[in-house]
């Protein structure tokens, strides 16, 4: 059976760091590229970082390039997201998923692999 779990989330202070990991069981995590995602409530579900297979290639929405860091430890079977610097408008549920393309020459981490799983819950408050 396939799955995928994130965790690392919880309630940190405006300016705080978390590291979310997400780990698979079931299936090589390494063979796919893997994106974070988060959703805000009331809000679209919107990419946040992609990272290609081999982890040497990685791409940000603008909103976290600076504060944010995707990798990767395929040995681990597990894709991590660090994120520095934290803002209050960071507050949502964040997802991951493998995907089977990393970049298609428009559109980063696509042709998803497998359902979306519980997603870890991140507040930014004071």
């Known amino acids: 059976q396939t799955q995928l779990v994130e965790s690392g989330g919880g309630l940190v202070q405006p300016g705080g760091s978390l590291r979310l990991s997400c780990t698979a069981s079931?299936?090589?995590?390494?063979?796919?590229?893997v994106g974070w995602f988060r959703q805000a409530p009331g809000k679209e579900r919107e990419g946040v970082s992609c990272?290609?297979?081999?982890?040497?290639?990685?791409n940000y929405v603008d909103s976290v390039k600076g504060r944010f860091t995707i990798s990767r430890d395929n040995a681990k079977n597990t894709v991590y997201l660090q994120m520095n610097s934290l803002k209050p408008e960071d507050t949502a549920v964040y997802y991951c998923?493998?995907?089977?393309?990393?970049?298609?020459?428009?559109?980063?981490?696509?042709?998803?692999?497998?359902?979306w799983g519980q997603g870890t819950q991140v507040t930014v408050s004071s």
């Open positions: 990272i290609s297979t081999g982890g040497r290639e990685t």
């Open positions: 998923a493998p995907f089977v393309i990393y970049w298609t020459g428009s559109k980063y981490c696509e042709h998803q692999f497998g359902s």
């Open positions: 079931g299936f090589t995590l390494g063979y796919y590229a």
